[in-house]
């Protein structure tokens, strides 16, 4: 079974530019979550997506959004850039069931520089 | 969010047992504890979680004590493969949705 894949890897912008993110889940995972990770303030989650809804966000201001397709694959969008939005951006894919235990499974992340 | 506490290093020799500690003395009736480990620059790789019993996987094992406050992961055999960050988190459900909250995690250096 293929892993989960981010889309670019690397991304130079400028301040003030917006930027998308791509993930594609494990096949057959309905839940993707987002993750911000700086040296500051490790990994932070931003939000999750489940069968096309948004079902938990964390605490990032609202330049930082998303969105999920029916076939399960996310984006994140970050308008405005700003250079502290300079990051490695983690997404992670699970069956997403309620309740019960399941584990995310990591992609390799998207390199963000905002210069 | 339950908080966990981990010693922020620890060395360990090659070939020998690695025994990562957390506590976690907030933890709910029905939150799971999980451990992932962060290779320098790569994603987080899940290795194991539990809720009360020890667990046990071809990666590692999982030793959660009785009144479920603190566990240790428990790496068998560790190789230089191993040197990661380590992190223990317990699970928080939040109206279904579910995150991980991760803490700094337990930068773990295997010597040869």
């Known amino acids: 079974k293929a892993g989960v894949t981010q889309t670019p890897r690397y991304l130079i912008k400028t301040r003030g530019q917006q930027v998308t993110l791509s993930c594609s889940p494990i096949s057959g995972h309905r839940s993707v979550s987002w993750y911000q990770q700086t040296p500051g303030q490790g990994l932070q989650f931003l939000f999750e997506?489940?069968?096309?809804?948004?079902?938990n966000k964390g605490n990032f201001p609202g330049r930082f959004s998303g969105r999920q397709f029916s076939n399960s694959r996310s984006e994140m969008n970050v308008s405005t850039l700003e250079l502290g939005d300079s990051a490695l951006y983690l997404c992670a894919s699970s069956g997403g069931s309620l309740g019960g235990s399941y584990e995310q499974y990591f992609g390799p992340g998207t390199r963000l520089t905002v210069t | 969010d339950a908080k966990t506490t981990q010693p922020p290093s620890m060395d360990c020799a090659e070939g020998r047992a690695a025994n990562l500690p957390c506590n976690h003395s907030t933890i709910s009736g029905n939150e799971y504890v999980y451990w992932y480990r962060q290779i320098h620059s790569q994603g987080p790789q899940y290795i194991i979680h539990g809720l009360k019993n020890n667990e046990t996987n071809e990666m590692a094992s999982l030793i959660i004590t009785e009144d479920r406050k603190s566990s240790t992961l428990i790496l068998p055999h560790a190789t230089l493969r191993d040197t990661a960050v380590y992190y223990c988190?317990?699970?928080?459900?939040?109206?279904?949705?579910?995150?991980?909250?991760f803490g700094q995690g337990t930068r773990l250096t295997i010597n040869p």
């Open positions: 997506y489940f069968s096309e809804t948004q079902r």
């Open positions: 988190i317990v699970r928080v459900a939040v109206g279904g949705a579910q995150k991980l909250v």
